[in-house]
C-alpha cells in the first residue's frame, strides 16, 4: 500500500474500495451524504464506472480497487531535481546520480505516477480516445505531486502542440491539465507564452538523443508575453515526462527569456534505472 498525506478517496479510489481496505477510518461526509433525486437519476442513466476498466463503481470519476492498486504511485523519498524515487530517505534533501551526471536545464521535475499499467492506460486513453472524464483526478494528483512546486509559483503553463497536430487531435492534452490544476491550485495559467514552432516527429520510439535532437529548437517564448516569463516562477505542465528531452527544451527557452526558475510538473514519469542515490 502507497504512502501518501492525502486519503485513497482523494487520489481517486472509489470509497466502497477504500473502505473495505481501510474500514477504521471515518470517512465523515463521504459516506453519510444523502445524494439528491437528480443525483440518483443520473447515476440511475449514467451509471458511475470506473474511469480505466468501466466497471460499476459506487462514484463518479474514480477507479475501482484493482485498477488504482495498479497505479504505481511516486512516493518520498525523491531526488530534489529529478523528482525520481529513491531508495533510503537520509534526513536531507537528496539528488540522484543521474540528476549530479547530467544536472537538468529545469530546476525541479514531479511526477504523480509511474509511467506504467492503469497510468499508461488512463494518459493515453486522454491523448488518444477523447476520454476525459479522468480530468479531475488528474488534476488533484498534479496538485498533490507538485504542491512543493506550486505552493509559491507565478504562473503554469502547458507544454505546447504544434498547430497542425492541435487541429488532428482537436485538444491540447497538456493544457487541459495545466487549467485544470491551475484552477484548483489557484496558479495563473498561461497557454500561450511557450509555442511550438517546429512541427517534430513523435517521440514514441525514439533514443533519449533522438528525442533530444528532435525537439532541439522547437519551442518558442511568444514575444508579446515575454514579460510573463521574466523574473517569474514558471512550472511547465506535461502528461509524461519520458527522457525529459522536451521538459528540457522548454525550460531552456524559458530560463533564455529570464524565468527565475522552471519547473516541470507531469502526470507520469518513466523512472530511470540509474536513480540511484551519490
Ligand atoms: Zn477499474
Aim: net charge positive.
Amino acid at each position: 500500500m502507497i504512502s501518501m498525506p492525502i486519503g485513497d478517496a482523494e487520489l481517486g479510489l472509489e470509497p466502497q474500495s477504500a473502505a473495505s481496505a481501510t474500514q477504521a477510518r471515518v470517512r465523515g461526509a463521504a459516506s453519510g451524504s444523502v445524494r439528491s433525486m437528480l443525483g440518483r437519476l443520473a447515476d440511475f442513466l449514467l451509471p458511475p464506472v470506473c474511469i480505466s476498466c468501466r466497471t460499476r463503481i459506487g462514484s463518479h470519476g474514480l477507479l475501482c480497487g484493482a485498477c488504482f492498486a495498479r497505479i504505481d504511485f511516486i512516493a518520498p523519498p525523491l531526488c530534489i531535481r529529478l523528482g525520481v524515487p529513491l531508495p533510503f530517505e537520509a534526513g536531507e534533501p537528496l539528488l540522484s546520480a543521474a540528476a549530479i551526471a547530467l544536472p537538468p536545464v529545469y530546476d525541479r521535475a514531479r511526477a504523480a505516477a509511474r509511467y506504467s499499467d492503469t497510468m499508461r492506460e488512463l494518459i493515453q486513453s486522454f491523448k488518444y480516445r477523447d476520454r476525459h472524464e479522468g480530468l479531475p483526478l488528474f488534476a488533484r494528483w498534479l496538485k498533490n505531486a507538485g504542491a512543493e512546486l506550486l505552493a509559491d509559483a507565478d504562473l503554469i503553463l502547458p507544454v505546447p502542440l504544434y498547430p497542425s497536430r492541435l487541429w488532428w487531435r482537436r485538444f491540447n492534452q497538456s493544457a487541459m491539465l495545466a487549467v485544470a490544476v491551475g484552477r484548483l491550485c489557484g496558479v495563473p495559467v498561461d497557454c500561450f507564452v511557450l509555442k511550438r514552432v517546429r512541427r517534430t516527429a513523435s517521440q514514441v520510439g525514439l533514443t533519449a538523443d533522438q528525442r533530444r535532437r528532435n525537439v532541439a529548437g522547437a519551442f518558442k517564448v511568444d514575444h508579446a508575453r515575454a514579460v510573463r516569463v521574466k523574473g517569474k516562477k514558471l512550472v511547465v505542465v506535461d502528461d509524461v515526462i519520458t527522457t525529459g528531452a522536451t521538459a528540457e527544451a522548454c525550460a531552456r527557452v524559458l530560463k533564455r527569456s529570464g524565468a527565475a526558475r522552471v519547473d516541470i510538473l507531469a502526470l507520469a514519469r518513466a523512472v530511470e534505472p540509474a536513480a540511484f542515490v551519490l
